[in-house]
């Protein structure tokens, strides 16, 4: 049972930075494709990074470029997303989610999917 589990949210204060984790069992980590998602309050979720074996990632959003990074460590099974100069309007809750085995490609639509984490909440604010 493949089952995503995210860690590493918290309170930061304006231009603070984080790193989220999200940890894969009953996953083999050789083809993968895992991406990481934001839902603001009353906003639609949206992707944030993607990060596949195959192609390497991908940033869906102008707006954390140059601020957030993707990256994976294939012995811990973790992917992992380093968010910096953090803003307000980045306050959310991140979820990160994996594509089923064998699809190594990126995308920004949700529904492509199957595997979610529970999600973890950031919050900016002084």
């Known amino acids: 049972q493949v089952q995503l589990v995210e860690s590493g949210g918290g309170l930061v204060q304006p231009g603070g930075s984080l790193r989220l984790s999200c940890a894969a069992s009953?996953?083999?980590?050789?083809?993968?494709?895992i991406g990481w998602f934001r839902q603001a309050p009353e906003k639609d979720r949206e992707a944030v990074l993607c990060i596949s074996s195959r192609e390497g990632s991908t940033t869906y959003l102008d707006s954390v470029k140059g601020r957030f990074t993707i990256s994976s460590d294939n012995a811990k099974n973790t992917v992992y997303l380093q968010m910096n100069s953090l803003k307000p309007e980045d306050t959310a809750i991140y979820y990160c989610a994996a594509r089923p085995r064998g699809l190594t490609s990126c995308h920004d639509w949700d529904r492509f999917y199957d595997y979610w984490g529970q999600g973890t909440q950031v919050t900016v604010s002084s």
């Open positions: 009953g996953f083999v980590f050789d083809d993968y494709a």
